[in-house]
């Protein structure tokens, strides 16, 4: 839904402000979240494109040479761009369509020690800085990769301003040059 429920409050327990936020995950961050931060993704659909279209062309291309529909569609030049989209909406929609709305609903917490994320169905992460690799910033999403591949995407709009500010700040004082966030 978008509600913002973030702030910079400190933390009673360290002295240390701790950034906030809260939001709805929706199909487009998830597909933005894929676009931008998944390589692997993308080069596995890729990969399997390319090993279905091999398939397809050995079977054509060595089997009864007629000229039957399915035969000119296998061989139509467009079938690997095809191929490629209807996978590439598949892992996009797959994952997301799992998810039910407590596990959409996310919270975040953020301090000088770690990044931590929880959603309203109980399931709850706590990374800390020395296991973030990099974190990215994209016009929608906080994009943190970790050190083993993983990824989480933290969606901006859960974040007030202030927030977004102090985000910036820690990271480029946690990562450095890792730190892909704005000015």
Not at 4 to 17: C, F, I, R
Not at 164 to 170: P, Q, V
Request: include cysteine.
């Amino acid at each position: 839904m978008g509600t913002n429920l973030s702030d910079t409050s400190g933390d009673a327990s360290s002295g240390v402000d701790v950034i906030r936020g809260e939001a709805q995950i929706t199909f487009a961050d998830q597909m933005y979240g894929m676009v931008f931060g998944r390589f692997r993704y993308w080069s596995a659909i890729a990969a399997l494109t390319f090993v279905l279209y091999a398939i397809f062309e050995y079977k054509v291309g060595f089997g009864n040479r007629g000229s039957s529909t399915v035969q000119m569609l296998l061989t139509a030049p467009e079938l690997p761009v095809c191929l490629f989209l209807c996978l590439w909406l598949f892992f996009l929609y797959y994952p997301f369509s799992r998810l039910n709305k407590d596990q959409r609903t996310v919270s975040y917490k953020i301090t000088e020690k770690s990044i931590s994320t929880a959603d309203a169905a109980g399931a709850s992460n706590n990374y800390p800085w020395t296991v973030v690799k990099r974190i990215t910033e994209s016009g929608r999403l906080f994009i943190v990769t970790f050190n083993t591949g993983g990824e989480r995407h933290l969606a901006k709009r859960g974040f007030s301003t202030a927030s977004i500010m102090a985000m910036r700040k820690l990271s480029r004082e946690k990562l450095g040059s890792r730190a892909k966030v704005w000015s």
